[in-house]
């Protein structure tokens, strides 16, 4: 806890994103990695699989809700494009020294992305973020849709998910890898109620929290069903 407190202190933000919790998650959520890595490889592992299978080589990769890039290989994307751009709300301080040291291979585009298309509409933010899409060769989205319908109202779900799948639809190819589902000793619970994302072309179970995570001796293991889509 003391260094998640340290994290938040360092890590240049805005302060929307510090108000907002975005920091603070994903702090924690880096921090859960760390602790979880024997239960987290197995998805971290079919994450960047699925993004090598279908990656396209050319001049720009964009990674939507990049964060610590602990789903995505940073190494192989910019073995295949000139530049990769990463896009969130918070850039890790590591993130941040990776790009200034990159050589322009790396560039880093702060932005929240759950306000993409909401009032004002036509702002500069969408059109920044219209551009860069449609000049992308190779786009993911990854493990961010979830996280932009928990961002906003409930009854905002189908409009956020249409307009998170129209930008996707820009660029020249796309990938959307999503947790979907959640059970934690129980059934399935869907992230993304009452919305049909397309037939998967993959899926794994991911073991997000094992019972030490909830303080629970023996059960309680929470789960996501993540799928990765193939955007046309």
Not at 71 to 95: C, G, N, S, T, Y
Not at 147 to 166: G, K
Not at 173 to 185: E, M, V
Request: charged share 25%; aromatic share 8%; hydrophobic share 45%.
């Amino acid at each position: 806890m003391i260094l998640e407190i340290i994290e938040w202190c360092l890590t240049p933000c805005s302060i929307h994103a510090r108000r907002a919790g975005f920091l603070s998650r994903q702090i924690a959520i880096r921090h859960r990695a760390r602790r979880c890595c024997r239960e987290w490889a197995s998805h971290l592992k079919a994450s960047k699989d699925f993004i090598s299978k279908h990656a396209i080589g050319g001049q720009r990769c964009v990674i939507l809700g990049s964060g610590p890039l602990l789903d995505i290989d940073l190494e192989f994307l910019k073995a295949r494009f000139q530049e990769v751009v990463l896009v969130d709300v918070v850039h890790p301080v590591e993130i941040q020294r990776i790009a200034r040291f990159s050589h322009r291979r790396v560039r880093l585009i702060t932005m929240d992305l759950s306000l993409v298309f909401q009032e004002p509409k036509n702002s500069a933010r969408d059109h920044k973020i219209l551009d860069l899409m449609s000049r992308a060769d190779f786009v993911v989205s990854a493990c961010l849709l979830s996280q932009l319908a928990w961002a906003l109202p409930r009854e905002s779900l189908h409009a956020v998910c249409e307009n998170h799948l129209r930008l996707l639809r820009l660029s020249k190819s796309a990938l959307l890898i999503t947790d979907t589902a959640r059970r934690f000793d129980g059934d399935w619970e869907p992230l993304l109620p009452g919305y049909n994302l397309p037939e998967p072309w993959a899926s794994w179970i991911w073991d997000i929290a094992p019972p030490r995570e909830h303080g629970i001796s023996e059960t309680g293991m929470e789960q996501r069903l993540v799928e990765g889509f193939v955007i046309r």
